[in-house]
């Protein structure tokens, strides 16, 4: 197949945190790797074919935390909860899957404008006011309504989204689609 993915934050300079830990995990003739992130597409052949791989490669990165390099683990990497990334990445150089790198997705603090139909969102809105929302909080759920002004465009179909799902969940009749 031809799989398609959104351009991961991978630096893959000599010698930065991204080339060191595809040395370590990957072996050298890895690097680079593609810069790939979620969202992936790809054949079921594919997936097959590399699933084996990118198990073993994700459980030999989470079990090794002793040696991670303080990098590793910061806000940018977080290897804590991309393992699984770098697992696949690696598991796809190694059995010659290689990605076209494409924009899927409007990434939420990152991006402004909404020019996909995806919207990644793990990092936090932050409003005018001071206060703060993050998916991780506790009523996060909830979302935000009336949506505050000031916001970007991606920050405001976010909430929007989550207000609707709301919504219909609760079985309401209210907000932008009533």
């Keep these: 197949g031809s799989p398609v993915a959104q351009k991961g934050y991978m630096d893959w300079v000599d010698g930065g945190g991204f080339h060191k830990l595809a040395e370590k995990y990957c072996g050298k003739p890895c ?22 791989g990118w198990l073993r490669m994700t459980q030999y990165i989470k079990h090794d935390k002793d040696n991670w390099l303080p990098e590793w683990i910061d806000n940018k990497m977080n290897v804590f909860w991309t393992a699984e990334m770098y697992g696949y990445i690696f598991a796809c150089h190694q059995f010659g899957i290689h990605h076209s790198i494409a924009n899927l997705q409007s990434i939420l603090g990152s991006d402004k404008v909404l020019n996909t139909a995806i919207i990644h969102y793990s990092l936090s ?14 009523g996060a759920e909830e979302g935000v309504w009336p949506i505050p002004w000031g916001l970007n465009e ?8 989550l207000h ?15």
């Design 31 to 52: 690097t680079p790797a593609d810069p790939a992130a979620v969202p992936m597409v790809l054949h079921k052949d594919d997936l097959r074919e590399v699933s084996k």
């Design 125 to 138: 809105i932050f409003f005018p006011d001071g206060t703060e929302w993050h998916k991780s909080l506790p």
């Design 164 to 178: 609707q799902w709301n919504v219909h969940r609760q079985g309401r009749k209210d907000g932008p689609e009533s």
């Design 154 to 161: 991606v920050e405001r179909r976010m909430l929007e989204l």
